[in-house]
Structures are given as C-alpha cells and as structure tokens.
C-alpha cells in the first residue's frame, strides 16, 4: 500500500466519529422545544433565554451528571453523576429520549426517578452538537 493511500485510510478512520456527529445548526432549531424549561447562559451573556425550570444548559457536554452550581437536581440524577455520569452526545441523547428509563439503567434501580418530563424522540445528537458550539464560539 502506497503512503498516499495508508495516509488517506487513517484520515477517512479519524474523520468517522464525526459523521456520526449532529448537526448544531439543526440543534439550536430543536433546542426551541427545550427552551420552555432550559436557558443557555453564560455569566450575564444570555445566549439562549429560556425558562428556569431546568438547569442552565451552558457547558452541559462533559459536565457530570446533577452537578450545575445553584440548581436543585433530582435524588437520582445527583446519583448518576456521584457514579460517574458524564454528559457527551451519546448519554445526553439516550438521556432525553427517556429520563426515567435512561437512570434506571444507569443506577440499575428500578425506582430511580427524573424531574425532567419531556421526551426529545429524535434530534437529541443536534441538540447536543448545538450546545458543544455555543461553548466554543
């Protein structure tokens, strides 16, 4: 195999994971049905104004799991992050499709329980690939 050729191969298998990737600029379209709970804001810059119901949604993506300083998180969810739960577009995304299914697994607890009651059914990838670009922008 030529150099031209094994170098295109490793390019192609590093470039994969990001096709799996969502699309943020569909994301912060579906992040409107968020917003009735979610804000995103960082400090005094509102990025996203939305509602109070749920944590502020700014830097979630690599954040464990119930750990935003000044909201008051659900018994479960704080579990979930004691345990090791950290935010990326996989957890985030099965996290949403199911609150309560998702940490019962996650805690394997079959009482375990979730305030958030919305489902995002699908989008969540784009959702999440939204919140990833608002922080680095």
Known sequence: ??????????ATVFAAPAFAEGDAGKGEKTFKKC???HMIKNGDDVI?????TGPNLYGVMGRVAGAEEGFK???SL?????????WDAETFAAYT??????????LDDGAAKSKMS??????????????ESVVAE
Do not use: W
């Not at 195999?1 to 490793?10: C, D």
């Not at 499709?97 to 998702?102: Q, S, V, Y």
């Open 48 to 52: 996203f104004k939305g509602g109070k």
């Open 1 to 10: 195999m030529s150099f031209k050729y094994a170098a295109l191969l490793v």
């Open 97 to 106: 499709a199911d609150p309560k299914a998702f940490l019962k697994e996650y």
């Open 118 to 131: 919305y489902r995002l059914k699908k989008g969540a990838e784009d959702v999440a690939a939204y919140l």
């Open 35 to 37: 917003k009735s709970c």
């Open 73 to 75: 998180y659900g018994k």
């Open 78 to 86: 704080v579990e979930a992050g004691e345990k090791g739960l950290v």
